[in-house]
């Protein structure tokens, strides 16, 4: 939730989208903070093993976020992210 007041109005859930992967989660929690919906479209479908391994990876990098484990560390374990990483790495632009 957007912890500021907005003069009134409800609290509304943040959404990050657009060209996410999870090679770049880290980056946009460490930002917004865990309680955000993030749309991860093309980061899921787009997995070298398909929609399936896609969404098992990005489970992946979320428990490696909140287990505070580098997100290479936790690859080596899972093979899911292992190959989403290969494709994607973790370099953020700016």
Known sequence: M???E???KKKMLSICSGGLHVGILKPVFDLLGTNIGVQIGGGIHSH???THAGA???RQAIDAY???IA???YAEKNKELKRALDKWGTKVYE
Do not use: S, T, Y
């Open 48 to 50: 070298p093993d398909g």
């Open 2 to 4: 957007l912890p500021q």
């Open 56 to 58: 098992m990876a990005v």
């Open 66 to 68: 909140m287990k505070d």
């Open 6 to 8: 907005w003069f009134g």
């Open 71 to 73: 997100i290479e560390e």
